[in-house]
C-alpha cells in the first residue's frame, strides 16, 4: 500500500508549528520523507562499506588484525624465538647469532613496524569515526522521523475521538429531540 504525498510545507507546519525554511537541512530532509512516505536508505555500514577504497579496507583489515590477542600472542612468540636464538641456540651450535643482545636489528625492525603500522591504524580509527557519525545521524533521522510519526497519529486519532464525540453528542440530541416530539 503506498502513502499518498503531504505538502511538506503544510506537515511542517502541522507538526512543528514552524516554516520549512526555519529547519536545519535534516528536519527538512526528514519532513519531506515523511511527507513522501519514503524510508530511510543504507544504513551506516553499508554506505561506508558502498564508498571505502582499497587503502580503506586495508586499513580496516590490518587494524583489526594488529588489534587482537591473535597478533599480540603472535608477536610475542617471534620476539621470544628471535632472542632466544640470537642469545643461547645458535652460540651453543657454533654459529654467530645475526642479532646479538642487545638486538639493534631487532629494535629497528620494530620501529619500523610501528612507524607503518601506528598510521594505518589511525587511518582507521579516522574512516570509523565517520561511520560513527553517519550512524548518529541516522539514528537521528529515524528517531524524528519518529516522533514526527507518532505526533502525526496521536493527532489523528484525536480528530477521530473528537468526530465519534460530536457523531454521540448529535445522536443524543437527536434522541432527545425525538423523545419530546
Do not use: C
Not at 13 to 25: C, N
Not at 65 to 81: D, E, Q
Not at 141 to 156: A, D, F, G, H, P
Request: charged share 25%; glycine share 6%.
Amino acid at each position: 500500500m503506498t502513502q499518498r504525498s503531504i505538502d511538506p510545507e503544510k506537515l511542517a507546519h502541522e507538526l512543528l508549528g514552524r516554516v520549512l525554511e526555519d529547519l536545519d537541512a535534516e528536519e527538512q530532509r526528514v519532513i519531506e520523507r515523511v511527507a513522501s512516505g519514503t524510508f530511510v536508505g543504507v544504513d551506516a555500514d553499508e554506505a561506508a562499506q558502498l564508498h571505502a577504497s582499497f587503502g580503506d579496507r586495508l586499513a580496516d583489515r590490518v587494524a583489526a588484525i594488529g588489534g587482537s590477542w591473535g597478533f599480540i600472542i603472535a608477536f610475542g612468540v617471534v620476539l621470544l624465538a628471535w632472542m632466544l636464538i640470537n642469545s643461547q641456540v645458535l652460540g651453543d651450535l657454533g654459529i654467530r647469532p645475526f642479532d646479538r643482545y642487545p638486538y639493534i636489528f631487532l629494535n629497528l625492525i620494530l620501529s619500523m613496524l610501528a612507524a607503518i603500522q601506528a598510521p594505518v591504524i589511525m587511518m582507521s580509527q579516522n574512516r570509523q569515526a565517520a561511520k560513527d557519525r553517519v550512524a548518529a545521524k541516522h539514528d537521528y533521522e529515524v528517531n524524528l522521523r519518529t516522533q514526527l510519526e507518532i505526533l502525526r497519529l496521536s493527532r489523528k486519532i484525536d480528530r477521530f475521538a473528537r468526530q465519534v464525540l460530536d457523531a454521540e453528542a448529535a445522536r443524543k440530541v437527536q434522541q432527545s429531540s425525538g423523545e419530546e416530539t
